[in-house]
């Protein structure tokens, strides 16, 4: 069994900064992609990056290249997503997963947080 909790949302402008975490526990946890998606109001969730936990090779969405940052801290089992430049439209709950492949479909993974809310104001 896996566990993931979110942390490090908040409000910020545009262009500001934030990180959020994601602390995972469960002996097997190294072996999974970890994965970060977004969901705003009355818009289907979103693929944003992934991190193979393993090897650190990442994927990101055309829509935050450049500007967010996945890695991960293997001795504390977290992942984070450093957000640079935020946008208004970057503005959502973000959730953090566990699965065993590097691709951006939310079915693909098996375990979920329950989210943290970022919201950037313009």
């Known amino acids: 069994q896996v566990q993931l909790v979110e942390s490090g949302g908040g409000s910020v402008q545009a262009g500001g900064s934030l990180r959020v975490s994601c602390a995972g526990s469960g002996r097997t946890i190294s072996t999974y992609v970890m994965g970060w998606f977004r969901q705003a109001p009355e818009k289907a969730r979103e693929f944003v990056a992934a991190?193979?936990?393993?090897?650190?090779?990442?994927t990101y969405a055309d829509s935050v290249k450049g500007r967010f940052t996945v890695s991960r801290d293997n001795a504390k089992n977290t992942v984070y997503l450093q957000m640079n430049s935020l946008k208004p439209e970057d503005t959502a709950a973000y959730y953090c997963a566990a699965g065993p492949y590097l691709v951006p479909t939310s079915t693909s993974y098996v375990y979920w947080g329950q989210g943290t809310q970022v919201n950037v104001s313009s």
């Open positions: 991190i193979n936990w393993s090897n650190g090779r990442n």
